[in-house]
């Protein structure tokens, strides 16, 4: 079965700050990557997805992550964070050809001030 | 396109009461899921269904049923609620096998007293 990792629980930025949250994973084959965002009180929303290809994958509100298959990794940066990006982040993984059993990691908290 | 449905939004039980939490997509999605959220732990998947007449146990199954008598339906049932069933629950749904993303409902916050 597979695992994720996410190291920062809790992180505190400025605004206009860079972003890069770590999610490492563990899983020996094949695997679909996934970052999502929650607002506060909304549901789980798509930040961007990593299915195969380009290793460097962008997604919504300027956000992007990176695999690295030998370091089963997929952080998540943002060159500049807003206040409004304020939320919770979960990676997560599915190995490929069971999109509906999607591991999560613990999620990071993200607080941006002004 | 009201995508992933979930009722009720709040419920109050007291331990030993049963509910169904309501779970309904109109995307025709194949795959749809039950995860419950908790502070620290992230989501758990509760159980999964990858078809109408096809479930199975997640990583969190104890303590709930599920069925899939439609491909629009997934209602998830507490048999007999306790305080740690106290939890965030959402419903998930995604339309493809191999490289599907899930799109989740707004969630249902129970309460077992």
Not at chain 2, 60 to 82: C, H, I, K, Q, W
Not at chain 2, 96 to 102: Q, W
Request: glycine content about 10%.
């Amino acid at each position: 079965a597979q695992s994720v990792s996410q190291h920062n629980h809790h992180v505190i930025l400025s605004e206009a700050a860079s972003l890069e949250l770590g999610c490492n994973y563990s899983y020996g084959g094949t695997v679909n990557l996934f970052w999502y965002v929650q607002y506060p009180g909304q549901h789980l929303q798509l930040l961007l997805k990593y299915f195969s290809g380009d290793p460097l994958v962008k997604g919504i509100k300027g956000f992007e992550a990176e695999f690295i298959k030998s370091k089963f990794s997929f952080n998540l940066r943002k060159p500049s964070v807003q206040w409004s990006d304020t939320a919770e982040y979960f990676c997560a993984v599915n190995a490929a050809g069971t999109a509906s059993k999607l591991t999560f990691g613990t999620g990071t908290r993200l607080q941006v001030t002004l | 396109n009201a995508g992933v449905t979930q009722t009720p939004k709040f419920q109050v039980l007291k331990t030993g009461q049963s509910m169904t939490l309501q779970c309904a997509q109109d995307m025709n999605h194949e795959y749809m899921s039950w995860y419950r959220q908790d502070p620290g732990m992230g989501l758990r998947l509760i159980h999964y269904s990858v078809g109408a007449g096809i479930t199975d146990q997640g990583e969190v199954p104890n303590g709930y049923n599920v069925s899939r008598s439609t491909t629009e339906d997934f209602p998830l049932r507490l048999l007999s609620a306790a305080p740690s069933q106290t939890s965030v629950y959402f419903c998930a749904s995604s339309y493809g096998s191999y490289h599907g993303e899930l799109f989740f409902g707004e969630g249902s916050r129970l309460t077992v007293l």
